[in-house]
């Protein structure tokens, strides 16, 4: 395996509650109160091309809002669907300088990757005034096409970490480790806090897929299991193989991400005169052509 490269899910599109604008020519993130599923592609004038799922779960949903998406877990291991740390972004190019969990982090330094305490964005001077914030990516899987593609939903927000991390954790305990195999759905939810000015904010929560009771689903994920056991499928032998993907470079990123890791963390203000994701990206790969010169 090649080293220095974190093997991830395989990514079939993306989930997202947003979409991002451009004004002026410079691109805005902009909530909004439905999911979107979208291909890889993106295009210059119309953004980011909607994956033909989107259409078809659409069909069925309320004033046509897609607020609920049926899927599945790609491992048991709640940890391995959902990866979420501290991490503060260079606001130029776009990679992680700094990632912990509230008690370590691994920092890029002049001198290297140090390992150092961390106290979390709230305490940390390095991270301070908003530049380390919470950042989750969940993977599920969305159909039946394709058995290890997976959906990648990114998110910065600490109330869709924490549903979903304490979701996650506690399927993967009612289940006795079956999480991979239950039926799920994710579920758009909204709510109004003094922060908010009692405007409604939204996250995403996972749920039993409707129509089924705990014991129901946990009864279906047994049937399951037994089944793709008895045809051969090695799901702890997935979940290994994850883990040391994941395992297998210092920070989980790759170039496609940068540009909307730019458009989700910063605002037009703290892009530092940076009008375009074109112009990030280009001062992007000069950065990492720099790196792989460096490294041989």
Not at 4 to 31: C, D, M
Not at 63 to 83: C, E, H, Q, S, Y
Not at 237 to 265: C, K, P, W
Request: glycine content about 10%.
């Amino acid at each position: 395996m090649i080293k220095g490269l974190a093997i991830t899910p395989p990514v079939l599109g993306r989930i997202s509650i947003g979409r991002v604008v451009e004004k002026n020519g410079i691109r805005l993130p902009q909530k909004d109160d439905q999911f979107t599923i979208t291909s890889q592609i993106q295009e210059k004038d119309s953004g980011w091309v909607l994956h033909p799922l989107d259409e078809e779960l659409r069909k069925d949903a309320p004033n046509g809002k897609l607020r609920t998406i049926p899927v599945r877990m790609l491992f048991n291991d709640a940890d391995l669907n959902l990866r979420a740390e501290y991490t503060m972004f260079d606001r130029k190019s776009g990679r992680p300088m700094c990632v912990g969990n509230g008690e370590t982090c691994k920092r890029l330094t002049q001198s290297g990757v140090q390992s150092l305490p961390c106290p979390g964005p709230t305490l940390c001077e390095f991270g301070k005034g908003g530049l380390c914030k919470p950042y989750g990516r969940l993977n599920v899987k969305v159909g039946d096409d394709d058995d290890l593609g997976t959906f990648i939903f990114r998110t910065t927000g600490y109330n869709s970490i924490r549903t979903l991390a304490a979701r996650l954790s506690y399927y993967q305990a009612v289940s006795g480790g079956l999480l991979a195999y239950m039926p799920l759905e994710l579920k758009l939810r909204g709510k109004s806090t003094t922060q908010s000015h009692r405007t409604p904010i939204y996250y995403v929560d996972l749920v039993i897929k409707e129509g089924l009771s705990l014991l129901e689903a946990v009864a279906e994920a047994r049937e399951r299991f037994r089944q793709f056991k008895e045809e051969g499928v090695d799901q702890a032998a997935l979940d290994g193989a994850a883990s040391r993907g994941f395992g297998n470079a210092l920070f989980e990123y790759d170039e496609d991400e940068m540009d909307q890791v730019i458009d989700e963390f910063y605002s037009s203000g703290a892009n530092e005169g940076l009008r375009s994701s074109s112009e990030i990206m280009s001062k992007l790969r000069e950065d990492l052509d720099a790196r792989r010169l460096a490294s041989g």
